[in-house]
């Protein structure tokens, strides 16, 4: 079994930062790609940032050149680093990972966080 747990969310006025980080723990062989996806109310969820396990990242365009994606191997983590923040940035942020389980035949599956809040407004 695996769980990806959220944190760093909260309250944030126009044009301050946050910063969100995913950690992930269980049976884990090997973490694949990392991502951040994001849901506002009556809105489908969408990708925000996503990093491969090579390091690569891709964002969507309403974050490029705010948002930042890491990750840290070691510890299983990824972070979203959130700058200059819009009050069109709020929704419910929700990790994603990509993990190859340790069992006898290992294999890939995708797990999902429970979500963490960010809300921008004055």
């Known amino acids: 079994q695996v769980q990806l747990v959220e944190s760093g969310g909260g309250l944030v006025q126009p044009g301050g930062s946050l910063r969100l980080s995913c950690a992930a723990s269980?049976?884990?062989?090997?973490?694949?790609?990392m991502g951040w996806f994001r849901q506002a109310p009556g809105k489908q969820r969408e990708l925000v940032a996503i990093i491969t396990s090579g390091d690569r990242t891709n964002y969507t365009d309403s974050v490029k050149g705010r948002f930042t994606i890491s990750r840290d191997n070691a510890k299983n983590t990824a972070y979203l680093q959130m700058n200059s923040l819009k009050p069109e940035d709020t929704a419910v942020y929700y990790c994603?990972?990509?993990?190859?389980?340790?069992?006898?035949?290992?294999?890939?599956?995708?797990?999902w966080g429970q979500g963490t809040q960010v809300t921008v407004s004055s």
């Open positions: 994603n990972a990509g993990v190859l389980i340790d069992t006898i035949v290992p294999k890939e599956s995708i797990y």
């Open positions: 269980g049976s884990i062989f090997k973490i694949y790609a």
